[in-house]
């Protein structure tokens, strides 16, 4: 018996081919980057406009004194907590973007995110063990636990699903069937224990409200290494995107890429759901409204993941907090009801979406 | 791929169609659900041997046994029973829609949908659990709605199922979080409970709904549309060409399954994975292709009511919700079940 049904074939992916590239090509590359310019401008604002906006109303001026100078009530607010919360932000939104393109590209799955390799079970059990048998409190606490369990799931994930012989169809169906068996536990440890599901209940619909400087500044460095390994991989992936045999022809070996990317991924998410919680949604999402406009190349689709992932992670922040305003509404919940919509009015009016 | 033998049954110019190895594989699992389900009546503090049990159920039992049979266990049972084979049959219609072993209804948002139902009952309106039923029916079906109303227009074929259904469930799990976190812990709690799937204390009214909709749309999916189904797994040309209509088909196919996994949450909460691995199961022992939809709902009643046995027992003194049980032999089952593929090269 075999586990997969017939699927419908992949439709080629075009690689750009080396060499100085046809008119054609460069005219669109212009183009690419010219949208690229725009999206960093746009990435820009969005940053501004999370220091700027908050619970307490504070005009534009007072926030920039309050950025330069440390003694007012006000700068304790901005520096305390807006601009820690916005670098999280950034730093989470991008990762979950380059993270959900390049494991699309090595699951051949356009439906992978963090969620499916298990990355989210992971963090979400090793947490819940941390609370429930550790009595840990801390967001600051929670973090290293989050980290360590995304690493073992996603790694447990890699080898269940074939190790160096690993497949997109094996990897989605062991981390599905891993992270649900995972959530189980979770689901056990909950029940069991009516603290922990006190806690848990906030932590996992994710949200930066926690956000503090200290915690940006550990999670920095996890993603820039992620990011600049999953960037240097993106031509290797794009050979791989034709297929095992051919990626070998061009001489790309698909075991170690597809490890290496895990690895990245790993990095990624790992961080960013440590930081904030099972975030859902903008892994998933981005690359795919991002394919829309750049195609499959993924050199340019992980470059454009960077800049607009972090704009739809802290849009959808900044927006929940003007709504609920002087509480706040998760950022969790905001990316799915945000994105959601969006991404489904996308798959609905496009026919190239992921097809 | 070996002949399989077949046997036709034909009544004018009715016939019915199976394989023998189904037609086994089917009649052992039905069997083996209700030894199951006699093993489990029979299991508890007040131990009953299965004679007993059966002398019971024929109405000739002692007054204890009578009380605590007929108005303890058996509807618990019947529960188990009943959502196991309902999800199963969702879970099999789903796979075959979209061509995907893991198209089950908790990756389409089905599932997220009756609980934001549910959900909505208990921390808005503070409900019992009548309706806390009704709000996991509407929400279900709220779902399935919605699904199908931004899938439709292009036709309902089984990429974009999945991925508006992923998208769904991606906005109603962000709902959903959002909800448990306005809720009074107490209320958090029992939330919890339901969203993991437990057969504790069912009673006959919970039964009810689930058997009246069972009773209308099992025969419906396996003997109205199981045929057309099976032509439609062999392409959707091929299936037109051969006089399916195919839109319609899905149409009614979705309707169905959304409406089992609608009443089944209803009655014993989301219970994972009973939906996902009941027709790989069922595949496994047929070895005939093809939705084998009779054999997957007889798998699901052996595995819920097989998983409610476990829950039982697996801790001394506690009684673990049956949808922890599901979920971790579902996902130890299928981890294996690649081990195994791997060791056989079919991957």
């Known amino acids: 018996m075999s586990l997969t049904h017939p699927q419908r074939s992949d439709r080629k992916r075009p690689v750009a081919p080396p060499g100085p590239a046809p008119a054609g090509e460069r005219s669109h590359n212009g183009a690419r980057a010219a949208g690229l310019a725009c999206a960093f401008v746009l990435l820009v604002l969005v940053c501004l406009l999370s220091v700027v906006v908050g619970a307490r109303h504070l005009p534009p001026l007072v926030v920039w004194h309050g950025l330069l100078d440390s003694a007012s009530d006000s700068a304790t607010v901005v520096r305390e907590m807006r601009l820690p919360r916005t670098l999280l932000g950034l730093l989470a939104g991008t990762a979950l973007g380059i993270a959900g393109g390049v494991m699309q590209a090595i699951t051949r799955n356009p439906l992978a995110d963090p969620g499916v390799l298990g990355i989210n079970a992971g963090a979400s059990a090793s947490v819940v063990t941390a609370i429930s048998a550790l009595g840990v409190t801390t967001f600051d606490g929670y973090v290293w636990f989050a980290f360590l369990g995304a690493a073992v799931v996603s790694a447990l994930v890699y080898v269940v699903g074939g190790g160096s012989g690993a497949t997109p169809a094996r990897l989605a169906l062991a981390g599905t069937a891993i992270g649900a068996a995972v959530y189980s536990y979770v689901n056990a440890v909950q029940l069991l224990d009516t603290a922990s599901l006190d806690r848990m209940r906030f932590w996992t619909v994710g949200s930066l409200a926690a956000a503090q400087t200290d915690t940006a500044v550990k999670m920095a460095p996890f993603v820039a290494l992620g990011g600049i390994t999953a960037l240097a991989l993106a031509s290797s992936l794009n050979a791989l995107a034709l297929g095992d045999d051919m990626a070998r022809a061009l001489g790309v070996a698909p075991a170690t890429t597809r490890a290496v990317a895990m690895a990245a991924v790993t990095l990624l998410c790992g961080a960013a759901t440590a930081a904030c919680g099972p975030i859902v949604f903008v892994g998933l999402a981005v690359p795919h409204m991002v394919r829309a406009v750049t195609g499959p190349d993924l050199r340019w689709l992980l470059a454009y993941c960077t800049v607009l992932a972090p704009v739809l992670f802290l849009g959808a922040d900044v927006l929940g907090r003007i709504l609920a305003r002087p509480a706040e509404i998760q950022v969790g919940v905001m990316t799915a009801l945000l994105g959601g919509p969006f991404f489904l009015a996308l798959v609905r009016r496009n026919r190239t979406v992921g097809a | ?347």
């Open chain 2, 1 to 347: 791929m070996r002949r399989t033998r077949v046997c036709v049954i034909r009544r004018g110019s009715w016939s019915l169609r199976f394989s023998r190895r189904a037609l086994a594989a089917g009649m052992g699992c039905f069997l083996a659900a209700l030894a199951l389900g006699i093993l489990v009546i029979g299991s508890g503090d007040y131990p009953m041997s299965a004679g007993d049990v059966l002398r019971t159920l024929a109405g000739g039992g002692t007054r204890p046994e009578t009380f605590i049979v007929n108005n303890v266990r058996l509807p618990r049972v019947v529960t188990a029973l009943l959502a196991g084979a309902a999800l199963a049959l969702a879970g099999a219609v789903f796979q075959t829609l979209t061509r995907n072993p893991l198209g089950s209804p908790d990756v389409l948002g089905f599932t997220q949908g009756a609980t934001a139902g549910a959900l909505l009952a208990i921390v808005v309106f503070g409900a019992d659990s009548g309706a806390l039923a009704g709000g996991a029916v509407l929400g279900g079906v709220a779902t399935g709605g919605l699904i199908y109303a931004v899938v439709w227009p292009r036709g309902l074929h089984g990429y974009r199922l999945i991925l508006v259904g992923i998208g769904t469930a991606a906005i109603l799990t962000g709902f959903n979080g959002y909800l448990l976190t306005r809720a009074q812990i107490t209320e958090a709690a029992r939330a919890t409970l339901w969203l993991t799937g437990n057969l504790n204390g069912r009673g006959w009214e919970d039964v009810l709904p689930l058997a009246v909709a069972m009773v209308v749309l099992v025969p419906l999916v396996l003997l109205g549309l199981g045929r057309p189904l099976r032509l439609l797994e062999m392409g959707e040309d091929t299936a037109r060409v051969l006089g399916v209509r195919v839109e319609r088909l899905r149409t009614a196919l979705l309707v169905a399954a959304v409406l089992l996994t609608a009443f089944a949450a209803a009655a014993v909460g989301p219970v994972a994975f009973v939906a996902l691995t009941a027709p790989h199961l069922a595949r496994r022992l047929t070895r005939t292709p093809g939705p084998n939809l009779a054999v997957s709902l007889c798998m699901g009643a052996v595995l819920l009511v097989g998983a409610d046995w476990v829950a039982q027992h697996a801790v001394p003194g506690r009684e673990l919700p049956v949808g922890v049980v599901t979920g971790l032999l579902g996902g130890g089952y299928l981890v294996g079940l690649l081990a195994a593929e791997r060791r056989a090269g079919r991957i």
